[in-house]
């Protein structure tokens, strides 16, 4: 209701919705054709399992189908809740105070809203639902028979499933949109249309669905500001060197080594939450690789060129721009499998120019891999690797799809409710706005990452892969490391990132954080938040190691700073800029590489 009548505001003029509706029918036309043109560029045909789920849901109901018994059990549990639930529903009609049969998860915000618990008809349809999800997940869990990967394929599908039929995902059944549809006359849904094609257009018929306003952000301009040059680049990636903070610095360089799946600025995203900045006022002299955003010309580049030309080059640029003969480096998710690689790599070639190797939330054995392994098998890399093979490269947004559904509730259907049904702009946020700036893959590089690590995993096997001539033996790696993994991590998880403490012979520091993939790394000390564990004996079960760990409140990152400078050099010297070497100080940080945005 507005605030000057009271009343609510009448539905737009017969004159504005014709407008829009005119509007929304070109665009809409002007899709479909778009879409009909590229389906007859592509013979009509497509992939019509490209995911591979229906086997695993065809072997999931043959085994059920085994079992009748089973099925008629949990038919009649499920008949049992509901029982329970219209009583439930019945005392809180006849005024009653009664608990909940069923609560949602914690930190499941969808049912957030007053009305889901205060409304008898809400509350009711949000039990209704949060039942019938559990029963679903529950009986497709607990079917006999399925090996690991099916079984894990099924339970991930099975929940989008669920999740995507949750009642706050339509109008009729979610009160918020229900009350602004009432308020507004019905303009949020015309306004939700509108930006349904907007996304569509934008993303060029696939529906990219914006998570925050993307005029909001310029990068070097709001994000990733800290000053630096761009001293170094090849075909690969840019070496950007920062502007020193104090009048001296550790003697020892820091190298940080990236992930290329994403870009570098999630390390340099606003003054008070970027690492890149903390470190350099910690008085480190910070170089970080800016990897291209590839595209058919890199095609052939395989993971072998990414470690020449990616940390190897980057060492040999360092030692040009610094005089020094060593660095401290750091890898950051894939950036930590390459530095773990080529840390290899360096010990069978007798160079020792890496004083320390730092490691966050980076995985060397691929055994398990958590939920992305749903995503890779057999069909579904073969399938990809036909496409990369056409265009030369995995498309930035198939990437980004993939990792938005590990978290679809927060990642998806937020974004659907807020921008679609509700018609409102996202909010401004910069973790948002890097998350939608997606980044593409070679087509060899991706091939070899895929099958010889997570099909394979290679890795962990002395020569199971040979780069630049020489057999990778992790056994090897006598570099003191410091491994910091996150507690509730989907993409790397971190008992499976443990796996390095036993596979490295130098001397390990592992240290486990609160929070996931992103907030327990970027984890300020000024922020207060989150808290880490660590634990200086090694044990071989990761769980026998944090049930001894000692819990710190607060960021890890002081902790990691202390570690870092015992191998930063004995003295400290004068600050270095940028140019100051023999390398030329070329574009101001971040550099044009990074700038490079796919939609």
């Known amino acids: 209701m507005t605030e000057e009548t009271g009343r609510t505001p009448p539905f737009p003029n017969a004159e504005t919705v014709s407008h829009a509706m005119v509007d929304i029918a070109r665009r809409s036309q002007r899709l479909v054709s778009d879409f009909l043109e590229r389906q007859a560029d592509n013979g009509g045909q497509g992939a019509a399992d490209p995911l591979n789920v229906g086997s695993a849901f065809m072997e999931m109901t043959a085994r059920m189908m085994n079992n009748p018994g089973g099925l008629v059990h949990a ?64 009986t497709a869990n607990q079917v006999q028979g399925l090996d690991d990967r099916t079984a894990q394929k099924v339970d991930f599908y099975t929940r989008q499933f669920v999740d995507a039929l949750s009642p706050s995902n339509f109008v009729l059944t979610n009160p918020e949109v229900l009350r602004k549809t009432a308020e507004t006359g019905g303009e949020n849904l015309l306004n939700g249309l509108k930006n349904l094609l907007d996304d569509l257009e934008r993303g060029q018929g696939r529906l990219a669905i914006r998570m925050t306003d993307l005029d909001a952000f310029e990068i070097g301009k ?51 939450n970027s690492f890149i900045k903390w470190a350099v006022d910690q008085g480190h002299t ?51 499998t390459l530095l773990s690689a080529t840390l290899a790599y360096m010990a069978e070639k007798g160079d020792a120019r890496i004083k320390s190797a730092t490691f966050f939330t980076t995985l060397t054995d691929f055994e398990e891999p958590g939920e992305l392994s749903v995503f890779i098998d057999e069909e579904q890399v073969s399938n990809m690797e036909e496409k990369m ?37 996202p909010f401004p946020f910069d973790l948002l706005y890097w998350n939608s700036d997606s980044t593409r893959m070679p087509a060899r590089m991706h091939s070899t990452y895929l099958r010889r690590m997570y099909l394979e995993n290679k890795l962990i096997e002395p020569g199971g892969i040979r780069l ?19 507690k509730d991590d989907h ?5 499976s990132t443990y796996a390095a403490t036993r596979l490295f012979k130098g001397a390990v520091r592992f240290v486990l954080s609160a929070s996931g ?29 944090l049930e001894k760990a000692v819990k710190i409140d607060g960021s890890w990152w002081p902790d990691w700073d202390t570690w870092v400078k015992k191998h930063a050099g004995k003295k400290e010297i004068p ?16 550099g044009p590489f990074v700038k490079a945005r796919l939609i």
Request: with cysteine; proline share 6%.
């Open 575 to 590: 600050a270095r800029k940028p140019g100051d070497g023999k390398l030329k100080a070329m574009d101001d940080a971040p």
């Open 286 to 336: 910070v170089f970080i690789v800016s990897w291209v955003n590839p595209d058919e010309r890199h095609r052939d580049k395989d993971f072998e060129d990414y470690m020449l030309e990616g940390p190897l080059a980057a060492l040999d640029a360092v030692g040009q721009a610094t005089g020094e003969t060593g660095v401290n480096a750091v890898g950051y998710c894939i950036g930590g």
């Open 491 to 495: 993409i790397a998880p971190w008992k």
């Open 389 to 425: 093979d056409e265009r030369g490269f995995l498309e930035g947004s198939e990437m980004a799809t993939t990792f938005n559904l590990l978290r679809s509730n927060d990642l998806i259907w937020s974004f659907v409710i807020n921008n679609y049904l509700l018609g409102k702009d």
């Open 75 to 138: 038919q009649m549990a499920l008949w049992q809740d509901y029982v329970n639930l219209w009583q439930n529903a019945t005392q809180r009609m006849l005024g009653e105070e009664v608990a909940p049969i069923i609560k949602p998860e914690r930190g499941d915000r969808r049912f957030n809203d007053e009305e889901w618990t205060e409304n008898e008809v809400f509350n009711y349809i949000k039990q209704s639902y949060l039942l019938t999800a559990r029963w679903v997940q529950n």
């Open 468 to 486: 630049d001539g020489v057999d990778i033996d992790l056994s090897k790696i006598k570099t003191p490391s410091y491994l910091l993994s996150t």
């Open 517 to 545: 993939h992103i907030a327990g790394v970027i984890n300020p000390p000024v922020s207060g938040k989150y808290c880490y564990w660590t634990n200086s004996r090694k044990n071989k079960d990761p769980e026998a190691w």
């Open 222 to 272: 709001n994000v990733a500001t800290t000053p630096g040059k761009v001293v170094y680049r090849n075909d690969l990636m840019e070496l950007v060197q920062y502007n020193p903070s104090t009048e001296t610095v550790c003697q020892t360089p820091l190298l940080i080594i990236p992930p290329w799946i994403n870009k570098f600025y999630i390390l340099d995203l606003r003054e008070e």
